[in-house]
């Protein structure tokens, strides 16, 4: 079963539903949504949902192929991977594909790019010009795949996702003089609780997703020497 998420008119709908045994389709405005019941009232394997895709609870589906609303790219992309699902083929905005995709060290690499690459694996596979749209929008897009990594990694996601944000606030600075500056205590040290590990001396840019993980798993015991601890709710 397909998830599509902002189903406009139908085009994209139209192509899915000769393809797939169910093809769910999210559209928030009354006046598509109406049009979309008269399109595919004929579909059986065609069901519309008028609504809010950030707000309505949603029936089960397998996979999500969809070109949604570039504004809620971030929020849908976390909301989704909280499903059990096989994969994610979305249009995104060129500049934002481009940040789930960056490498350490770059200037697009930073929270989303970690927060998603820890949850799934990404891929560009195709670009479109803004002149393949009509009306035409002001930015390039990417298809992009994201495929749920189904593993447990043993890191706590609040407290991950809160030494992220805390982080990458200063993404430019060493990971030490961070550290150090978000514990409570005078008398301890980040040395002294992950040791003199090379990756203290890196910049927060740099850090990999890999190397993020360990340390959240490496600090999390001790999560009640940080500020950031206050606020780890989920990005």
Known sequence: MIL??????GNL????????????????????????????????????????ILKIALPAFDKVISSPPYYISSKLIFLLLKHDIDSMTMTLQKEFASRLVAKPGSHQYGRLTVAVQHRANVELLDFISREAFRPEPR???HIVRIVPKHKNTGVDEAFLDGMLRHLFSQRRRVL??????????????????????PLLQKRIFQLTTQELEDLSSRLYPHRRLFRFQMNTHAS
């Not at 599509?4 to 008119?9: I, P, W, Y």
């Not at 049009?35 to 579909?43: A, D, H, I, S, V």
């Not at 003089?177 to 590990?197: F, Q």
């Open 4 to 9: 599509e998420v902002g189903a406009g008119t």
């Open 13 to 52: 709908t139209s192509i899915l539903q000769q393809r797939a045994s169910k093809v769910i389709a999210i559209e928030k405005d009354p006046t598509l949504a109406n049009l979309l019941r008269r399109r595919f009232r004929n579909k059986s394997n065609v069901e519309i949902v008028e609504g809010d």
């Open 139 to 141: 930015v390039d897009s």
């Open 176 to 197: 030490r003089g961070v550290l150090k500056r978000a514990m409570l205590s005078l008398y301890d040290s980040p040395e002294s609780l992950v040791g003199h590990e």
